[in-house]
DNA sequence: CGTTACTTCGGTATCGTTACCGGAAACAAT
DNA sequence: ATTGTTTCCGGTAACGATACCGAAGTAACG
């Protein structure tokens, strides 16, 4: 079934203006030797006829493309989105074009077999360089100018950027022990994620660090999502001696952990406090603001840019790794923690 | 500045193996005119190499790339980010990849530049159709298989997947007058849009079919942004005699709407009644639920991939032009109009 | 006027891949 | 033994663009 191939060539505009295809190259490369009038007379030609250069040809002969490609699992998480949303931004600035590769969720092939597809796809094809996010596959091959977002593994084989999540971590907790929360439960993120495992770190420290006992009910993983989160509150709900506040290893978990604690009659913060890790934009405004650690999404995805074209242009890169700071953003779902009434198994 | 270009090419799998090019391209399609044992020796020989094909030399000699293009104005704009979401949904269940364009905002090129750039980049070069969203461009060449979602022209030039954005709002304004509110406010888009300007003459139409007056005053337009959505309500409130009730043409403007009036001193629903547009997903659960018109915006996106399947395929096409049904959802922020004191120019 | 230098442009090879044609076996049929 | 008929595979020509080389033409110089 042979497509309609009706688009215009170079050779067509070369013909259409009396010239040779390299001239037209050069004009479209804005090479500086060609005369004035011709050069005039080419674009003329250029905007009658509506060209526009095939970047597949483009890029297959010159290798610079001044596009730029992003390897994102799936738009669906807030994280990924956001970051497209920060790359997008520091793209506008430059003379450079975004290209998102998006693979959605899980079709037959597996994403770590997807995600090597991609970055091969784009790479040595299309663009100048790719920003991967949140990859899963064990090692790149270095050839071709590469940064990547919160990376599964801590390996330094590749340009980084990751939040420095156990810090963050830290100052969550710092803030509930202030309040003088000593019961504290944790929602945790998938166990594959380098992120989920730095919080859980920051969380088991903390209470190290304050002399807490460690009482494994009240860590529940799950898997990031606004419904895992649900469950994991409703488990911390149904323990014995329940926390009187949760630290939900990103917002989304704690949303979820928000809905489950009003679906049970309490209320946030008057009975439990809680608090998240992000800083999505919902975060600001949901249940009066949430009150959570900010890992300046967006700005990972900026400074993942500056990284990029650095490596692209062949200039030395100061920090192999870049670790985002993070800030507790405090709002409306924190509160002191009065103590009640001790529980006593019969109560009369 | 050479690249170190060191990727594996099909002619080195080809050397490896000890065959031609020619058959190495047949294992890669599939095609069966090739013994079984040379087959999976080329396999063999692919996996060993780590060899993927080259997407931009693949598409600019075969035309079939088994990828689909969507360009998009801004990621930022949760209508964009939704058929975003709907595409890859329904690209997940067929055997395509999908290739996302987006432009940013303003850089020193307009849009609708910038957006014929895109369409003429991605095909005829990459990919085998495009999905282009909230589009500007007058006209595309319709040589290739493009689908437009929500077009801000209702030419019918080439497929489209709009919404019933009149019948939508009728839909929602009936709800508020079927409350008892006979003074409604409407904050609109931008101007430049198709889809705001058949929400307002649905907010028009409607008030006309009520036999109510049609006050200036009542209707403020904004750029569906939460920021003018804050100020259009602040407007509206600050009117001689407010509106009980207000129609805001998207979810984000009416979240803007709800905070204007918070911090007004004022509550929703107590105060004002709230009807949003397009049914994002935080307007399920900020402020205990937004009532809004749901237009299904991931099953746009759905319905234009298929539409779209159909088109690169050559068979017919039966709607040239999907219209996406809406519904109202009733949530929280509405409320029956009670009747006040009459207002008197000077109270004692 | 001859030589040199610079500007401006055309021709050709090439990037990595697939479409197409045709050829060499291998096998069957007469 | 000759003649089809498969089956399998290699060679070659594109696809659309740019890099490179070199050839005209013009200007400048001694």
Not at 112 to 120: C, I, K, L, M, N
Not at 216 to 229: H, M, N, S, W, Y
């Amino acid at each position: 079934m042979p497509r309609k191939k009706s688009t215009v060539t170079i050779q067509d505009v070369a013909a259409a203006a009396g010239v040779s295809v390299s001239t037209v190259s050069r004009v479209l490369n804005n090479k500086d030797d060609v005369a004035e009038d011709t050069y005039e007379n080419i674009q003329r030609v250029i905007n009658e006829l509506g060209y526009t250069s095939s970047l597949a040809a483009k890029s297959m002969r010159s290798r610079q493309t001044n596009v730029i490609g992003l390897v994102v699992t799936d738009l669906n998480q807030s994280f990924c989105l956001n970051v497209v949303k920060g790359v997008n931004q520091a793209i506008e600035q430059l003379d450079y074009d975004l290209l998102v590769y998006t693979g959605g969720g899980s079709g037959n092939r597996t994403w770590a077999v997807r995600e090597r597809q991609y970055v091969s796809l784009l790479n040595g094809s299309i663009t100048d360089g790719i920003i991967v996010v949140t990859p899963t596959a064990e090692t790149f091959s270095t050839h071709y100018p590469l940064v990547a977002v919160d990376p599964h593994l801590d390996s330094t084989d590749f340009p980084a950027v990751i939040a420095t999540n156990r810090i963050g971590a830290l100052s969550a907790m710092e803030h509930l022990l202030g309040l003088g929360h000593r019961r504290i439960g944790f929602i945790g993120g998938r166990p594959d994620l380098q992120s989920a495992i730095r919080r859980l770190e920051g969380y088991k420290d903390s209470l190290r660090q304050a002399n807490l006992p460690l009482d494994p009910d009240l860590i529940q993983i799950g898997d990031f999502t606004q419904e895992t989160g649900y469950r994991c509150a409703q488990n911390l709900l149904a323990l014995p001696e329940p926390p009187t506040a949760i630290f939900a290893a990103n917002d989304k978990s704690a949303f979820g952990a928000i809905e489950a604690i009003i679906d049970a009659g309490l209320s946030v913060p008057g009975d439990i406090s809680i608090v998240g890790f992000d800083n999505i934009e919902e975060s600001s405004y949901i249940y009066g603001g949430l009150t959570t650690v900010d890992q300046f999404i967006v700005d990972m995805g900026r400074v993942a840019v500056d990284m990029l074209i650095t490596l692209i242009q062949n200039k030395p890169i100061e920090n192999y790794v870049y670790r985002m700071p993070t800030r507790l953003r405090v709002r409306n779902t924190c509160q002191a923690f009065v103590p009640k009434i001790p529980y006593t198994p019969d109560r009369l």
